[in-house]
């Protein structure tokens, strides 16, 4: 990661929870880290899906973990009675080398209101890591929910992502957290993690 270019982020629309100081902490930098590729070929604890309120399946990563893991996958999603967005639930990962699969419904970005869908992002991560800990799942990968067909603009995202899973591995309960991977697999999402991560979590 390259250190961050100037004291303070950039400016952009998105909030700033971290223009406090922030202290830099080795311990939580080895906590996370960032992957480019396919999340179906994790082998952490849990990974986490970009799913919709069916929770039934559709294209981008949702498609392509439901293709990895197999039709029992799509047997148990059924079970499960749908989603709210800003929601999450768990299934088992079939023929994924994962343990788990975590079914989060990121928003559709919202053009005219981006804090309801940061509100609802936000909640999608912290549901997300909660499931984890209820499941004993120390590793994860998330996927870069929502920047796809959802259409929430990359560089407004990953900070949403960055701050929820610093304020959760800050928590107590995170202290049951050993691993968090941010996935990407467009440049778009890679430029704005690089961008971004050494500036909520600065190098030490
Ligand atoms: N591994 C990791 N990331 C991937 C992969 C993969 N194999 N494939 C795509 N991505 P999207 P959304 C990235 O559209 O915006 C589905 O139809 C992709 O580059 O999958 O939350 C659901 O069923 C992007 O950064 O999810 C919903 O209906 C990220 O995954 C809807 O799309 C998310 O893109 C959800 O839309």
Known sequence: LTPPSTARPPPTTVSYPSLQPI???KALN???SLYRGDITTLA??????AANTSLLGGGGVDGAIHRAAGPQLYQECKTLGGCATGGAKITDAYRLPCKKVIHAV???YNVIDPGVSEEDLTSCYATALELAIDNSCRSI??????TGVYGYPSREAAPVAITAVKRFLESDMGTNLDLVVFVVFEKKDLDA????LP???PPV
């Open 23 to 25: 202290k830099p902490s």
């Open 30 to 32: 080895d906590k996370i």
């Open 44 to 49: 952490v604890d849990a990974i986490v899906n």
């Open 106 to 108: 990121g928003p559709v």
């Open 141 to 146: 990968a998330f996927s870069a929910i929502s």
């Open 193 to 196: 993690y690089h961008k971004y």
């Open 199 to 201: 500036v909520y979590l």
